[in-house]
Nanobody, 128 residues
Framework: EVQLRESGGGLVQAGGSLRLSCETSGFTFEDLDIGWFRQAPGEEREGLACISTTDGNTSYVDSVKGRFTIYKDNAKNTVYLQMNSLTPEDTAVYYC?????????????????????WGRGTQVTVSS
């Protein structure tokens, strides 16, 4: 069973940083690409970034480019999302996601949110 467990969320002041972790289990790490979505209150889920677990290539949506960095540790089967220069608009529940074609079809998944696997989410709150 594919399991994605997020951690690292919390309360941070505007301008601060947080690092989210996504610990994965139940599958061979390189078989699924990993990404991050978020959902703010009253909003639809928004794709943020993804990483190919085979070659480490990454893709970001424009709203987080230059502020967020996604990276992986194959030895720990874990993907991280380093978030810098946070603003109150970044307040949301952040979800780790996984899908075999996530990186190659990232734009489609951002539009449809039809990703195979989702974690339970971790809350990030940025105060002004």
């Amino acid at each position: 069973e594919v399991q994605l467990r997020e951690s690292g969320g919390g309360l941070v002041q505007a301008g601060g940083s947080l690092r989210l972790s996504c610990e994965t289990s139940g599958f061979t790490f390189e078989d699924l690409d990993i990404g991050w979505f978020r959902q703010a209150p009253g909003e639809e889920r928004e794709g943020l970034a993804c990483i190919s677990t085979t070659d480490g290539n990454t893709s970001y949506v424009d709203s987080v480019k230059g502020r967020f960095t996604i990276y992986k540790d194959n030895a720990k089967n874990t993907v991280y999302l380093q978030m810098n220069s946070l603003t109150p608009e970044d307040t949301a529940v952040y979800y780790c996601v996984a899908d075999p074609t996530l990186f190659n079809l990232w734009d489609d998944y951002v539009a449809t949110r039809a990703v195979d696997y989702w974690g339970r989410g971790t809350q990030v709150t940025v105060s002004s």
